[in-house]
């Protein structure tokens, strides 16, 4: 099983969600190395439009849009309030654990 873990501080109190996934191989599926780098464009950024993320990533608007609406549905990126998205964590941790059958 793995798991990937969003933490973010929001004023004094740290906050953390994690997220879970029933496989390594469910994880890779939905957070490709093309979407990590959009999170990576993202983290920090506040709310920008896809155009915006495809920009930073330079990468074809209609790609990214894909990718955010898998990442949307993910639970890792929020649709911002006036309009856009925004990656609302200051850290991500991934973690895996191996055991034997």
Do not use: Y
Request: charged fraction near 25%; include cysteine; proline fraction near 3%.
């Amino acid at each position: 099983m793995s798991d990937f873990a969003r933490t973010w501080q929001s004023g004094k109190a740290e906050k953390s969600v994690r997220i879970s996934f029933a496989s390594p191989e469910l994880l890779w599926r939905v957070l490709t190395a093309k979407r990590w780098a959009l999170l990576k464009a993202l983290c920090g950024a506040g709310p920008v439009s896809i155009r915006e993320a495809a920009r930073r990533v330079e990468r074809d608007v209609k790609a990214v849009h894909g990718d955010v609406t898998a990442l949307l549905n993910a639970g890792l990126l929020d649709r911002a309030a006036g309009g856009g998205i925004v990656f609302p964590f200051e850290a991500v941790k991934v973690e895996f654990v191996l055991q034997a059958a």
